[in-house]
């Protein structure tokens, strides 16, 4: 594809995704009491992620446990916000991993209607497309069986279904395949194509190096919250592979120690130290836009706090004086 003819899909400039650890009891407490959530230990599960991904380009999600590809991955699709930093997401998105979006008391019919509906379709487009996809999940009888009752591989087959029924610009696939049988996965394997041909954006999360490596244009390597590497499909999986192979030979204890120091840093996280990162390291392309997504951000994500702080004491201070109005 011709660099001029490049139309953004998805740009992200750093994104942040901030989780609350209530670990103690006390925590709990603590954050009854505290609406906007200060002071309690955090978790930065993505620090920073920027890229842009062009129409029709198919990227594979790739990185150990908990690096932060699913929560990028419902980032992208609208699940969830980012903490700071800016998305900009241009098309339709839908989002396929393990039973995500159905409901469990709801039959395979049911729940197709129901997520179909929520996609924006009507009941006489839903109508159109129910025996299309109900063939295309091959569930037999269990179709009218409540979901519950799915094993994990019967939902991703359904999920996958409705999904690519619903004929999105991008398509996020959240490790749905892993589960699924080698027919479904052929199968699904073809649609993918199909959509890849038409034209579509596809972010593929796996752990199947040798899937990604098959179907994707680009891959993204996610570390411990950083976008360690965005590159050729090839040169990304082999510096992984060379990477996990130095992982697996370290000592028990070295390993927990890397993987110990790697989450400290997640802890210790803020936005101000992006930013601070950003403006003083010489290979970053550090431009206006730049500069005013991380004040936002640093007010958004970071600044927040100070914002509370003073709502409390203010509120603290209301409270005292209409207490002593009262007593007097
Ligand atoms: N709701 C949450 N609250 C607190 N921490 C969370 C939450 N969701 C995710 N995390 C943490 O964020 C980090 C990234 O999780 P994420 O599920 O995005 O990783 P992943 O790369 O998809 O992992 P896997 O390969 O195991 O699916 C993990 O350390 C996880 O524990």
Redesign the pocket.
């Known amino acids: 594809m011709l660099a001029k003819e490049r139309v953004v899909k998805v740009r992200a400039r750093y994104v942040t995704k901030k ?3 209530l670990v103690k009891k006390s925590d709990k407490v603590k954050a009854i009491f505290n609406p906007f959530k200060t002071g309690l230990p955090n ?1 930065w ?1 993505l620090k920073g992620i920027s890229f842009d991904v062009y129409a029709g380009e198919t990227i594979g999600l790739i ?11 419902n980032i992208i699709s609208g699940i969830i916000p980012p903490t700071s930093g800016e998305l900009e997401v241009n098309g339709e998105t839908s989002i396929i991993a393990i039973g995500a979006g159905l409901r469990g008391q709801l039959t395979g019919r049911e729940n197709i209607r129901l997520k179909s509906l929520m996609m924006g379709m009507t009941n006489a487009q839903i109508d159109q497309q129910i025996t299309a996809i109900i063939n295309f999940a091959d569930l037999g009888d269990f179709i009218d069986q409540p979901v519950k009752s799915y094993s994990s591989g019967m939902k991703s087959r359904l999920g996958f279904a409705i999904a690519v029924h619903d004929n999105p610009d991008i398509l996020i696939i ?2 749905a395949l892993s589960v699924g049988d080698e027919t479904f996965y052929q199968k699904a394997l073809d649609k993918m194509m199909e959509f890849k041909q038409a034209g579509k954006t596809i972010f593929f ?1 796996s ?1 199947a190096l040798s899937q990604v490596e098959m179907f994707t244009d680009r891959v993204m390597w ?1 570390q411990y ?1 950083e976008l360690k590497e965005f590159g050729p499909t090839n040169e990304v999986l082999e510096h992984y592979r060379t990477w996990n192979k130095w992982f697996k030979k370290l000592g028990k204890k070295e390993k927990r120690e890397y993987q110990e120091e790697q ?1 400290q840093k ?1 802890k210790a996280f803020t936005v101000d130290m992006l930013r601070e990162n950003v403006l003083t390291d010489p290979q970053t392309k550090y431009s206006p836009t730049d500069a005013k997504v991380l004040t936002a951000s640093a007010l958004s994500g970071e600044k927040m706090p100070l914002l509370s702080k003073t709502l409390m004491i203010s509120l603290g201070i209301a409270w005292l004086v209409l207490a002593y109005i009262s007593l007097h």
């Open positions: 989780y609350d650890l978790f599960s990185g150990v446990n908990g690096s932060g590809k699913s929560t990028l991955s959240d490790e999360v752990h996610i919250g989450k997640q």
